[in-house]
């Protein structure tokens, strides 16, 4: 079984800043870690993923170049820097793990994730 904590999240203005921070615990030494967000009125939609054992990086276009994920110490831990947050960026943002290593054609595909975290909600007010 997988644990999947989340913390970060909250409101922020646009232009701001916000950090994402989510762990897996399991008996994996390594997993598929991604973030997912759904905003009001739409469907889950990907964000950016990474296998911790290394491999691709997966980043939704319209969050290219202003976030970021990265690895803690422990390779478990996955953290999404977002910077210049946008008013479209608000939903309700979610950790997805598998111990599977991470595989997609075109973008991740949430039914590949076995372990999801509560969600957290990023809100950037328009």
């Known amino acids: 079984q997988v644990q999947v904590e989340e913390s970060g999240g909250g409101s922020v203005q646009a232009g701001g800043s916000l950090r994402l921070s989510c762990a897996a615990s399991g008996k994996s030494s390594s997993y598929c870690m991604g973030w997912f967000r759904q905003g009001p009125g739409k469907e889950r939609e990907p964000v950016a993923a990474t296998y911790t054992n290394g491999g691709s990086i997966y980043y939704a276009a319209s969050v290219k170049g202003r976030f970021t994920i990265s690895q803690g110490n422990d390779k478990n831990t996955l953290y999404l820097q977002m910077d210049s947050l946008k008013p479209e960026d608000t939903a309700v943002y979610y950790c997805?793990?598998?111990?599977?290593?991470?595989?997609?054609?075109?973008?991740?595909?949430?039914?590949?994730?076995?372990?999801w975290g509560q969600g957290t909600q990023v809100t950037v007010p328009s």
């Open positions: 997805a793990v598998d111990e599977d290593p991470c595989w997609w054609v075109g973008s991740p595909d949430p039914q590949h994730f076995r372990h």
